[in-house]
């Protein structure tokens, strides 16, 4: 099965074009599909998103990020309803009145945010669970830890790989110690559970100063990063990561702080459990 990682695409639709021309086995988007500083506002980005999504060539699996206000208590900006057509127009209201508006993302090839679901893909089945940025949902039925318990007893009984997406790192990741980046509770709860895989964003410049990859137990984490803001406005494609579990190998193409040329480093993954 090949695996294509990204992470804050930001609503850069060019990156998103880069997505659906790769054709994996399986595309998994770890937060920050919008960008919250954009001129447009939130409600043309997710009508494009939609649209993407709907005509995406294969399996996807999404989770939000900071950006994306995947919640009920988001703010909205009707003004930026000014600039749609009367479709467009229609459809942003559709995404705005829905209590989770990444919910009506959801097809029988994509999973989307607060989800544990078992995918089938044409290599192969694979247990995907997608935390949301914000877990804070008191009374919520869909709680964080139901969603890990779900995952677990996915995986137990198809026997198939496990893939997390947290947009927020796992603290310690590529060897931060001091729990100053990235989320204790997600580090603890892949220690606890051992998925397979674990994909996450957020911390942009973490795979340009230490790594892409690091293991927690048995779980081998990652993050592509994203170019500097001077980089990343010369970048026609995103950061991302290929794992190729026939290959036991994962591949981080990036694009380097200069802005021009290409970085490529290649893992082996013979040590993980089950590959």
């Not at 099965?1 to 994996?24: N, Q, V």
């Not at 290599?123 to 964080?144: D, K, Q, S, W, Y």
Request: charge should be negative; aromatic fraction near 10%; hydrophobic fraction near 40%.
């Amino acid at each position: 099965m090949k695996i294509l990682f990204l992470s804050d695409l930001h609503g850069r639709r060019d990156w998103f074009r880069f997505a659906e021309s790769f054709r994996p086995d399986i595309t998994a988007i770890a937060g920050d599909l919008l960008d919250g500083f954009s001129p447009a506002g939130f409600l043309p980005q997710a009508v494009h998103l939609a649209r993407w999504v709907r005509h995406f060539p294969g399996p996807l699996a999404l989770c939000s990020g900071n950006h994306d206000a995947n919640t009920p208590n988001r703010a909205l900006h009707p003004a930026s309803l000014h600039n749609l057509d009367v479709k467009s127009r229609e459809e942003a209201l559709s995404l705005a009145t829905s209590e989770y508006w990444m919910d009506l993302l959801e097809g029988p090839l994509t999973v989307t945010d607060r989800r544990s679901r078992l995918l089938a893909t044409a290599a192969g089945r694979i247990v995907i669970t997608t935390l949301p940025f914000n877990e804070g949902e008191p009374g919520h039925p869909r709680t964080v830890a139901a969603l890990w318990h779900e995952g677990a007893n996915l995986r137990r009984q198809s026997s198939s790989p496990w893939l997390i997406l947290h947009h927020e790192p796992p603290a310690e990741f590529s060897g931060d110690h001091t729990g100053s980046f990235g989320s204790a509770d997600f580090a603890e709860c892949l220690r606890e559970f051992q998925p397979d895989f674990a994909l996450s964003g957020h911390l942009h410049l973490v795979p340009y100063h230490t790594s892409f990859d690091t293991r927690l137990g048995k779980t081998w984490c990652f993050n592509p990063g994203h170019p500097p803001p001077a980089a990343a406005r010369l970048a026609s494609k995103p950061n991302y990561i290929l794992v190729d579990t026939a290959r036991y190998t994962a591949t981080w193409t990036a694009t380097p702080p200069s802005g021009s040329g290409e970085l490529a480093q290649s893992i082996s993954l013979w040590r993980s459990p089950g590959y």
